[in-house]
């Protein structure tokens, strides 16, 4: 069983007692410990399952690259699923719940896949649930779903907040073991901004629990030094908790910072997301220890080599009583030395090599402890856990010679360095043969914006594995990167002294000559639960691409990313393949290195201030006054004023039928408000408008169409010429920013000589449209202009003063009523706003929202953008031919309107449409239906709805819409299947349906 | 997430500040032009493995229209330059050309 023992543990205070729960089981453990730590010492050795067979999991790494001890962790809204116990601090009151199993951990219905797994190959799913068709969704799907997903999703808003920070460096250093602490000095005392960030809570790495002395001190002597020094630098930033996540293009880079995971505080942000720019960046990540890929090694018990040895030193808890070390380096006798050390029974070290004749062997054998080379381990006994170990001859095809009773084996199959940071990049890597590792290609480095290398790789990052070798690795590392930053420097490299080692001998399978059923046993990805035989199979059927390999036997996807399983599983294909290592290759890195909260990437762009809200100077009135909001773009537009308990659809029937019987008010201050001048600007807008602006009188305004290069009709709005040199043009809401960008496009990019000059105004003006029959007679009781027809006519405008306020009066209608449009300086807009209610309150002076514009326009059979075109949508379907210049010899979108498909007269063209039943609205998009099928097999169609209203003032449904050959077949009806099964007809009308002769507005 | 110099206000803007405008230098094709000629103008645009020139605009900053070569593979930027040009000014050739010898020119 695994415990506590009665002494060790460096990172533990044995005198605060921790106390947790997991699967609602109380447990105690001490301050210091990870999750996986406090378990073990309390022997829970399984906690989860795998996800395919539902095996029995146990914890197998003490870092980031666990792939089997996943929980669920805190309550409620809290509930996070799928976090590693490994790298979860313990605190009081910690609640962890196992994942993928059901109805129990330990009795599981899932795990009776294990027994079907040999008809459950890679590609399973590709191969079996295709045909019938129909299966798949009523039939397949649901079971699959039923049992696939790991933890299960939290159902709450994410209560805690969370928060991001920028940070500009000239150097980060990813990493503080010892290799990334000697840089951050050296960089340090060179004067450089320098980052240093740490993923663990922990300095120094791992090399306090491998030992040895730098500069002739103890290792965790030089780390106290150092880190001493470090502090008494203003120019060093250093952060433990902190993950770097990603490095992306020109050094941008993600830092994930976990602030009170380990110590709960609600309130305090639980996470910082850090966004940093450093011109330099070296990675001393270190590397990440490969498992053995023997028959069972995947059952609980069975754990890496040094992560074993983490738990003895670190924290003083045992896998086991009796371990059995294999191994096929000298590294794995330090595990055996250090059970040793703490008094436990290394029953026997099996060396896959042939010979193991090294400092560390030699150490061993020493100690007593039993070494046997050129062994493999053939057979685990077990159910839920190790019970002992069948060896046979690592040379040989899998007979047992002697079966060891032991309760953990710790298994090194060498080490791999975290090459992703120097990969996120474009890094490229080499493969060395003598290590058997991939390492970084100094030659093919990530470069920055200069063309220059912009990263550097110190220490066992770079596959320099002994002490020895990464300290003087990291030196040189930083000595290059100092010297791209144009500092030179002046520590001397430091001298770390730890045992000489020998080689490792690849083992990529283990015996060497295991048959299918053996290898059919041999787990690469623990998670995913992918064998030897998968990747083998795979090869078989012809994936020969590391990456088609992954995806079709998931090898590598799952949270832990492969970082455990990779190398394995590409050595595996490569012998499948018959092709060398480098040639397989690897798949590729992606950010983020571990998986980081969305809360993080988040930040507080959440809730009300999740993006910027645009509000009109009469905002608050509308609050006050009842006013149910629409988002338009980033504005909040009032979509109708329900009052006293109405339905929004009566309030809009309310507040048209008040318009257009007597006096509607409309705040249409979010419409865009461009200002186009210069000597040049009557070109430049004829080149922009369909129609000629230039010849427009000073004193009018004009209806214009904007059409994109491509032809499609983008925009719509009056614009007024103010002067000889200037146009005022009006756009619609959403189109403010995007029209003054295509302006500003142009006039930068094509007719850079034209002197124009245009200006965004819309947050200048609060503009207020007043409509209705009364609409005058309420202008007027202002006071302070004529509007009369003779002195303000139809598409009129001018300057003046109403109630006291300066004031542009625009006579325009987009209701078909008599109609004004009244900007004033935005900070007098609720003032205006007030006034004619005030002043309107004897005609009844109704506030309409969004809606009721609508409807009313639809009434006149105006179109609006973005209903009546969709980007596919030219003027000329819009029966808006009379909007286009015939005599320009050029405009925006003239020559795309010249194009065989634009010219097509089987172009659908816009109609009014009038359900036969007239309380029945025909939906939004719903399509008209014609004869046949096309080529798909689907039925043909000749129509579609593009707005459908029920009309107040016409007490019917009304709908436009754009039909083949439509103007010409007024009259028919067509019909209209709707997603509910029915069909409803509807005749072809003209589209506008209100006062057709425009007498209305001309009063 | 590139830095990109713009050189209107000489800010080295980082992309959320920027926004993306396609190849640059394409000549306009009005009316009277062929079929050919126009569709070449409006839809066919260059996806080199290399060298490239592209619009940007500083549009969270000075709001002016630039113009960027930059290596489609590494990200270098070569140079960045006002759009008021119809081809790229010597200066931005000649440091293409310092890095990439073997570059053939723009298509």
């Keep these: ?1003 | 997430m590139l830095i990109l110099t713009c050189p209107y206000c000489g800010l080295a803007a980082d992309e959320t500040e920027l926004s993306p405008g396609g190849e640059a230098h394409l000549k306009r094709f009005g009316p009277g032009s062929s079929d050919d000629a126009f569709t070449g103008y409006l839809f066919h645009r260059e996806n080199p493995r290399g060298v490239h020139f592209e619009r940007w605009r500083h549009s969270n900053g000075c709001g002016k229209w630039f113009l960027a070569a930059r290596c489609t593979v590494t990200l270098e930027v070569f140079g960045t330059y006002p759009a008021q040009t119809t081809e790229p000014p010597a200066a931005i050739l000649d440091a293409i050309r310092a890095k990439r010898p073997d570059w053939e020119g723009r298509a």
């Design chain 1, 1 to 1003: 069983m695994s415990t506590r023992l009665a002494r060790g543990g460096r990172r533990i205070d044995r005198s605060k007692r921790v106390e947790f729960t997991f699967n609602g089981k109380r447990l105690t453990g001490y301050q210091g410990d990870t999750l996986a730590s406090a378990l073990l010492a309390n022997d829970q050795m399984l906690v989860g399952r795998s996800f395919k067979y539902h095996r029995p999991r146990g914890v197998v790494a003490s870092g980031p690259e666990e792939p089997n001890a996943l929980v669920a962790l805190g309550d409620g809204a809290r509930m996070e699923p799928n976090q590693r116990v490994t790298t979860t601090e313990l605190f009081d009151g910690l609640s962890a719940r196992s994942q993928n199993h059901w109805p129990s951990l330990e009795f599981d219905i899932g795990g009776l896949n294990n027994h079907v797994a040999r008809f459950l190959p890679a590609g399973f799913y590709y191969k079996t649930f295709i045909h019938p068709r129909p299966f798949w969704k009523h039939v397949f799907e649901p079971v699959i779903r039923q049992s696939a997903g790991l933890g299960p999703a939290p159902k709450d808003r994410d209560p805690d907040v969370y928060e991001q920070v920028y940070a500009f460096a000239d150097l980060v250093v990813i990493g503080g073991g010892v290799a990334g602490l000697h840089a951050a000095r050296v960089a340090g005392a060179a004067g450089l901004r320098v980052l240093v960030l740490e993923q663990t809570a922990h300095w120094g790495g791992r090399s306090p629990v491998d030992g040895g002395t730098i500069d002739g001190q103890p290792v965790q002597d030089w780390i106290d030094a150092t880190l001493q020094a470090l502090d008494g630098m203003e120019n060093v930033t250093l952060r433990t908790r902190c993950m770097a996540a990603g490095i992306y293009d020109h050094g941008y880079m993600i830092g994930y910072e976990r602030l009170t995971d380990h110590a709960p505080a609600p309130g305090m942000p639980r996470h910082r997301l850090w966004k940093i720019r450093a011109a330099q960046v070296l990675s001393a990540t270190g590397a990440i220890e490969r498992g053995l890929s023997f028959p069972g090694n995947d059952l609980p018990g069975v754990m890496l080599a040094g992560a074993l040895r983490d738990y003895v030193v670190e924290y003083g808890v045992s896998a086991g009583d009796r371990t059995v070390v294999v191994t096929n380096n000298d590294d794995g006798y330090r595990t055996a030395l250090a059970l040793k050390e703490a008094g436990l029974v290394v029953p026997a070290v099996l060396d896959a090599r042939p010979e193991a004749t090294g400092a560390l062997p030699e150490a061993a054998r020493a100690q007593g402890i039993r070494v046997e080379t050129g062994r493999a381990i053939v057979k685990v006994m077990g159910g839920k856990r190790v019970t002992g170990v069948g060896v046979g001859l690592q040379a040989g095809e899998g007979s047992i010679l002697e079966e060891i009773a032991c309760d953990a084996v710790a298994m090194s199959g060498g080490w791999s360095p975290v090459v992703h940071f120097w990969s996120h990049t474009g890094g490229k890597l080499v493969w060395d043969e003598a290590q058997a590792l991939f390492r970084p290609d100094p030659a093919r480095a990530p470069v920055g914006a200069d063309g220059l290398p912009n990263q550097a790789v110190g220490g066992a990052a770079n596959g320099a594995l002994t002490l020895g070798a990464v300290m003087a690795d990291s030196h040189d590392a930083i000595s290059e990167v100092l010297r791209r930053l144009g500092k030179t420097v002046s520590d001397p490299a430091p001298a770390g002294d730890a045992p000489a080692e020998a080689p490792l001998h690849p083992v990529w399978v283990m015996p060497q000559g295991a048959g299918h059923k053996l290898k059919s046993k041999m787990w690469l990805d623990y998670q995913n639960d992918v064998k030897v035989s998968d990747v083998q199979l795979a090869a078989r059927e012809g994936y020969e691409s590391v990456e088609h390999t992954k995806r079709y036997t998931t090898l590598g996807m799952a949270t832990d990313q492969g970082k455990l399983s990779n190398i394995n599983g590409l050595a595996v294909l490569s012998d499948a393949l018959g092709a060398p290592i480098p040639q397989v290759g690897t798949t590729t890195f992606r950010p983020p290195f571990t998986p980081i909260s969305m809360g993080a990437i988040a930040g507080e762009a959440r809730g009300d201030i999740f993006q910027p809200l645009r509000r009109t100077p009469m905002h608050a009135w509308h609050e006050a006054h009842g006013a149910y909001f629409e988002p338009v773009g980033h504005w909040r537009r009032p979509y109708c004023y329900p009052q006293g308990g109405e339905s929004h659809a009566q309030a809009v029937h309310r507040e048209v039928t008040a318009t257009r019987t007597s006096l509607g008010l409309l705040d249409a201050s979010t419409l865009g408000k461009i200002v186009v001048k210069g000597p040049d600007a009557g070109r430049f807008l004829d080149m922009l408008y369909t129609n000629m602006m230039s010849t427009l009188p000073v004193g009018r305004c004009r209806y214009g169409l904007m059409c994109s290069e491509n032809g499609f009709l983008m925009d719509d709005g009056v614009v007024a010429r103010i002067d000889e040199d200037t146009w005022l043009c009006h756009t619609t809401t959403g189109g403010a920013d995007r029209i003054h960008a295509h302006m500003e496009d142009w006039l930068q990019c094509e007719w850079w000589d034209w002197k124009v000059y245009t200006a965004n105004l819309t947050e200048h003006y609060a503009q207020v449209a007043i409509v209705g029959p009364n609409a005058r007679k309420l202008i007027e009781k202002l006071g302070g202009m004529d509007v009369s027809k003779e002195a303000l006519g139809f598409m009129d405008w001018a300057d003046g003063t109403l109630a006291g306020i300066p004031a542009r009066v625009f006579r325009i209608s987009f209701s078909g009523e008599l109609s004004y449009e009244v900007a004033v300086p935005a900070s007098r807009g609720l003032e205006f706003w007030e006034a004619c209610h005030a002043a309107g309150a004897e005609f009844g002076a109704t506030a309409y929202g969004t809606e009721a514009l609508h409807v009313m326009r639809a009434e006149k059979g105006f179109i609006m953008i973005g209903d009546e075109t969709d980007g596919t949508v030219i003027p000329q379907d819009l029966g808006l031919g009379w909007a286009i210049s015939k005599k320009k010899a050029d405009y925006l979108g003239k020559r795309a309107q010249e194009r065989v498909h634009m010219t097509d007269p089987t172009r659908w063209q816009l109609v009014g449409l009038e359900t036969l039943d007239p309380n029945e609205r025909l939906p939004d998009g719903a399509y008209a239906r014609a004869s046949g099928t096309n080529a798909n097999g689907q039925g043909n169609t000749q129509g579609r709805v593009t707005s459908s209203y029920m009309s107040p003032t016409l007490g019917r449904a009304i709908a436009m819409g754009l039909v083949l050959n439509g103007p010409s077949r007024m009259g028919e009806v067509l019909e209209f299947p709707t997603v509910d099964g029915r069909v409803l007809s509807a005749r072809i009308v003209d589209p506008v349906f209100y006062d057709k002769a425009g007498e209305k507005q001309n009063v």
